[in-house]
């Protein structure tokens, strides 16, 4: 089979990675990619915003199959281009049509989703241009700290958490108003603060069926002990210590699976991963966000978890025959370090030249901002995120250390990452 990944980051390296290593691959196409994809398949260079110019690329590289990656295609409908497309139409793509992926792509939607099927969320209400001084008088009524969230993308990083009520205010009107997030705050959530411990949990689903990865847990603050702005993402690990059984079970039956019947019941067809963004709360599980594509840095850890071939599963997923097909599992813990640029998530400087990537050990780099020169062959800093470092270990402990000692082995100019990861389960 010939496959196209469609993304540039950690997340399309890491399936690029693993479905390298299927006997089923042909040849593998990644757009637009990076240094990383580059060295396992190739890279073609395509606008994400322009869905023609994949469709050409599509047909000249005779693909078989596309992997959607990131949620922005998605939600702007690269599904649904492909299934009203004469030539496309029988191609599959891995990741939801533009409904479905609206779960990601308006937090108002997905809230909507949740209490329709009575999924269990925190108390929350919507404000705009027209009602946001409303949202002074819920705050008002609120405890704190009160959670700001715009309705739309904005990269991970649309999220505020504040402790004060005065300040819970301004930038509330700052969302709406003065487009602090752009045109994803023209809708602002405000919700109530879940007081627990976060938990990423993922499932692969052919609309009807679903297959349960492992779950991890990612650190979304830049500094030590989860302070500081958000980012993409700093690390990750998996699993999850105190997701036991009685935990998961109540995810399935509380969460993943009114999910997947609440799909079924509105008719989207829903095709890919569904990540869960769920708070512990005294052992009751709490939906924060669902996300329509895999989590990043989540799948640095996750994707090496499982041993069975992804493009397999892939397939069923085409097919709607997942019902019929099982997935083994790593039980080794995985833990993966992210090395950004100094400055993120905020301004930073990119083309600053990598080293030490031959001399890493017992791990795995997986590129995420990160581009090759082409007259001197050095790969460079492209992006905030720039490598996520992933390794193996009997325990968490032994993860970590591997991890740590290889992020410490690569270099580059304003090299930073977070030395506390996993922190908070040991």
């Known amino acids: 089979m010939n496959i196209l990944i469609i993304g540039s980051g950690g997340r399309e390296h890491t399936l690029a990675w693993k479905i390298s290593e299927s006997p089923k691959l042909d040849k593998l196409f990644v757009a637009p990619g990076n240094a990383g994809t580059r060295a396992i398949g190739t890279n073609i260079p395509v606008d994400l915003g322009n869905f023609q110019s994949i469709k ?35 191609i599959p793509v891995i990741g939801p049509v533009r409904k479905g992926a609206m779960l990601e792509g308006s937090k108002d939607f997905a809230k909507d989703f949740m209490e329709k099927y009575n999924i269990p ?14 949202g002074f008088e819920f705050i008002d009524m609120m405890k704190p700290p009160y959670v700001l969230k715009a309705d739309g993308l904005a990269a991970g990083k649309g999220v505020l958490i504040v402790e ?3 300040g819970a205010k301004n930038e509330l009107q700052a969302m709406i108003t003065k487009e602090k997030f752009g045109t994803a705050s023209a809708k602002v959530l405000i919700e109530e603060f879940l007081q627990g411990i976060e938990i990423s949990v993922f499932v692969l689903t052919d609309g009807k069926s679903y297959i349960l990865l492992p779950e991890a847990k990612d650190y979304k603050r830049i500094g030590e002990g989860d302070t500081g702005l958000n980012t993409g993402g700093m690390g990750s690990v998996s699993p999850v210590p105190f997701a036991n059984k009685e935990f998961m079970q109540k995810v399935e039956e509380q969460i993943i699976i009114p999910t997947i019947e609440g799909l079924q019941a509105e008719n989207i067809e829903y095709k890919g991963f569904i990540f869960f963004g769920l708070m512990n709360v005294n052992g009751n599980p709490y939906v924060i966000e669902y ?23 892939f397939e069923a997923v085409a097919n709607g025959t997942l ?8 039980h080794r813990v995985a833990a993966s370090i ?11 400087e990119k083309g600053k030249i990598i080293s030490g990537l031959e001399n890493v050990n017992n791990c795995v780099v997986f590129h995420a901002g990160t581009a090759m020169d082409i007259e001197t062959g050095k790969i460079k800093t492209s992006g905030g995120r720039v490598l996520a470092v992933t390794a193996y270990g009997a325990d968490m402990k032994e993860a970590l250390k591997t991890a740590y000692e290889n992020a410490e082995i690569i270099n580059f100019d304003g090299k930073f990452y977070r030395t506390d990861i996993g922190f908070d389960l040991k």
């Open 56 to 90: 050409e690329a599509v047909i000249e590289k005779d693909i078989d199959m596309v992997i959607v990656g990131p949620e922005a295609p998605l939600v702007n409908g690269i599904h649904d281009f492909f299934l009203q497309d004469k030539i496309l139409k029988n």
């Open 121 to 134: 969320t925190a108390a929350h209400k919507t404000f705009n241009r027209e009602n946001y001084k409303e």
């Open 164 to 166: 004060d009520p005065d």
């Open 338 to 348: 992210m090395l950004v640029s100094e400055g993120y998530p905020l301004a930073y």
């Open 323 to 330: 019902a019929d097909t099982k997935i083994e599992i790593d």
């Open 291 to 313: 996300n329509c594509r895999m989590g990043d840095p989540e799948a640095e850890v996750v994707i090496p978890r499982i041993e069975s071939d992804l493009l397999e599963l």
